[in-house]
């Protein structure tokens, strides 16, 4: 199989490395930037953490006509350059290529549907956790889940080899006949962590030391489930406020990927997560306060890294 990773951010570079270092397929990583594409070919994707540490020789480009028509496209790219990838990576695109999104978030299918076709999109997540160190230098810090699946909850034989492959890379992969409640499921969980740790900078697991703060985290997810009810989604858990802090828990030393964007004074993806709930919210007449607090805070951090008081 010939395979593309699109996007060298954490999840990245850990799914570039591990395909290329335990399975016998052909490994691309795409990255636009032509300078780090160049600095990763020549150091090497380095992996450390639960996982490494070692060092993956992956062939890197910035040119996707150079990569060429892929069996399997991994887009791993931060969910608002989902579109501008899309234009990016139609070289490597053919009639039988499959696309798998494992991106956080809603709303990057449709994204994908709408540049490629459904037929070729898998949509998914994954509970992997992975922080970037430095340029094709990142850390495993956590396992957990991949699930994938078709928005017709299809199994074609196409998804079923993609699960193989990921599955034989190292990430267990389980493939869903209901993939849109796979990343909802997902989504509720990232909509409690993920803006309270950007907004407070604290680690997931403190978030419910502080009552002041369990208590946003509790809102946010409920306004949240409100609107998974409204649209029959079932989730894959029964109480999603014990979900969401149990992961807190169980990733209590993480710092969340929106947190790292923070941190690094990068653009987060707060309209993907808190903003796509306050979106929906709307849409179908149900209130997000919290949501919305949530998402201009976010947005006003974001907006401002370089204008903070000393
Ligand atoms: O985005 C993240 O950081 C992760 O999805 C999660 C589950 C919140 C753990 O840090």
């Known amino acids: 199989m010939k395979i ?3 996007g060298p951010g954490a999840l990245g570079c850990l799914v570039a490395g591990f395909l290329k270092q335990r399975t016998k397929e052909e490994v691309w ?18 992996i450390e953490g639960i996982s490494g540490p070692y060092t993956v020789k992956v062939n890197v480009s910035a040119n996707s006509k150079e990569i060429g028509p892929c069996d399997l496209v991994i887009i791993c790219v ?13 070289e490597l695109v053919a009639e039988n290529t499959s696309i798998l999104t494992i991106q956080n978030g809603i709303g990057n299918m449709q994204i994908l549907n709408d540049h490629f076709g459904a037929e070729k999109v898998i949509g998914g997540i994954t509970n992997h956790g992975s922080t970037l160190l430095g340029v094709g230098h990142v850390r495993h810090a956590g396992r957990g889940d991949t699930i994938i699946g078709k928005a017709d909850g299809r199994l074609s034989g196409a998804l079923k080899n993609v699960a193989a492959v990921l599955t034989k890379a190292g990430f267990e992969t389980k493939i869903s006949k209901d993939i ?8 509720i969980i990232n909509v409690g962590i993920n803006a309270l740790t ?10 419910v030391e502080y009552e002041e703060c369990r208590e946003l985290l509790r809102s946010a997810v409920q306004e949240a489930v409100k609107i998974v009810k409204r649209k029959r989604i079932k989730l894959a858990y029964d109480d999603p406020i014990q979900k969401v802090e149990s992961v807190c828990k169980a990733t209590a030393t993480n710092v969340s990927s929106m947190l790292q964007d923070v941190l690094n004074k990068k653009r987060t993806e707060i309209d993907f997560i ?3 709930v306050v979106r929906q919210g709307k849409a179908l007449g149900i209130p997000t306060p919290v949501n919305e607090v949530l998402t201009n805070l976010v947005r006003t951090i ?3 890294y370089d204008k903070v008081a000393k």
């Open 274 to 276: 808190n903003g796509a």
């Open 180 to 187: 849109d409640a796979v990343i909802w499921s997902k989504l």
């Open 4 to 6: 593309a990773v699109v």
């Open 198 to 207: 950007a907004a407070t900078r604290l680690n997931n697991g403190r978030l």
């Open 78 to 90: 931060k969910s608002y350059s989902t579109e501008d990838a899309c234009k990016d990576i139609k």
């Open 302 to 304: 974001e907006k401002s």
């Open 29 to 46: 990583l795409y990255d636009r930037l032509e300078e780090r594409s160049v600095r990763i070919r020549d150091n090497s994707i380095k």
